[in-house]
């Protein structure tokens, strides 16, 4: 059905910059939403970013200034760019996309930021 695969995850050092991407291949409707999610162990798994077919976004405080989330309707694929990355970023984080089918993930990508 649907298919997501997600890349760019790894290590930096606090301040730095990394760039997550997530291209979506199956049955992808014209109305969805796609984001990420992260989750670290113990701890649920939280929003960090959303962005509809129609380019409206969502970014919870603790990200907001700091990430943006992009899409590329043509290709499927949604982008992550995160800067000013810190310690309390680290997670792996998963592409989701929600649309009338359903919600589907994909296998996530592991961030670390570490000195």
């Known amino acids: 059905q649907v298919q997501l695969v997600e890349s760019g995850g790894g290590l930096v050092q606090p301040g730095g910059s990394l760039r997550l991407a997530c291209a979506a291949s199956g049955t992808i409707f014209n109305r969805n939403v796609m984001g990420w999610y992260r989750q670290t162990p113990g701890k649920q798994r939280e929003l960090v970013a959303s962005?509809?077919?129609?380019?409206?976004?969502n970014l919870p405080d603790s990200v907001k200034g700091r990430f943006t989330i992009s899409r590329d309707n043509a290709k499927n694929t949604v982008y992550l760019q995160m800067n000013g990355l810190k310690p309390e970023d680290t997670a792996v984080y998963y592409c989701?996309?929600?649309?009338?089918?359903?919600?589907?993930w994909g296998k996530g990508t592991l961030v670390t930021v570490s000195s």
């Open positions: 989701n996309l929600r649309q009338d089918s359903g919600n589907y």
């Open positions: 962005i509809t077919s129609g380019d409206n976004t």
